[in-house]
Every structure is written in C-alpha cells, then in structure tokens.
C-alpha cells in the first residue's frame, strides 16, 4: 500500500513537469538544457599539466617488416598464463 501511494507521487510530479513543457496546443515544448557545465572552464585539465618533450623512438619498419614484426609479437612471443588476456598496451602491475 505504501509503494502505491509513493509510485503515485512520482507519477504526479512526473506529470506536473511534463505539463510544464506543453504549450498551449499541446505539443511538447523543447526546453533548452544545459549541458556540460560552462565554457569557462573548458580546456582547464589540459592547461594546468605540464609540458613534455616527444621523445626519440627506434624507426617503425615498413611493409613486409612490419608485418613480420606484428606476426612475431603476435604468435610467436606469446607467454601462456593464467587469468584473462590482457591489451598489447597494457602494463604489469
């Protein structure tokens, strides 16, 4: 009886903002809503980390050499362990 009389608050208040959004035709209105905070904060994270320099990497092999470097990481090097298998860019831990 208890969660009859509550559903049936909810669904009035449901109601109520619904009614708030029908204009005078009965059509739903568009309210506009806000979303994802304001424009004065955006690009916050990015600007307060620090810089790093790119560091220098080994030349990637093309062609053929790539794809004998991706075979041999992919079916040659495999350790067998036990648990679930985890992402090529995943660390120990």
């Not at 307060?48 to 040659?76: C, D, H, I, M, S």
Request: charged share 40%.
């Amino acid at each position: 009886e208890k969660n009859r009389a509550t559903g049936a608050r909810e669904r009035g208040k449901a109601q109520e903002k619904l009614a708030k959004r029908v204009d005078a035709e009965g059509k739903l209105r568009h309210t506009m809503g806000k979303v994802h905070g304001s424009l004065a904060r955006a690009g916050k994270v990015r600007g307060q980390t620090p810089k790093v320099e790119k560091q220098e990497k080994k030349k990637v092999p093309k062609g053929r050499a790539y794809k004998r470097l991706l075979y041999n990481r992919r079916f040659v090097n495999v350790v067998v362990g036990f648990g679930k298998k985890r992402g090529p860019n995943s660390n120990p831990t």
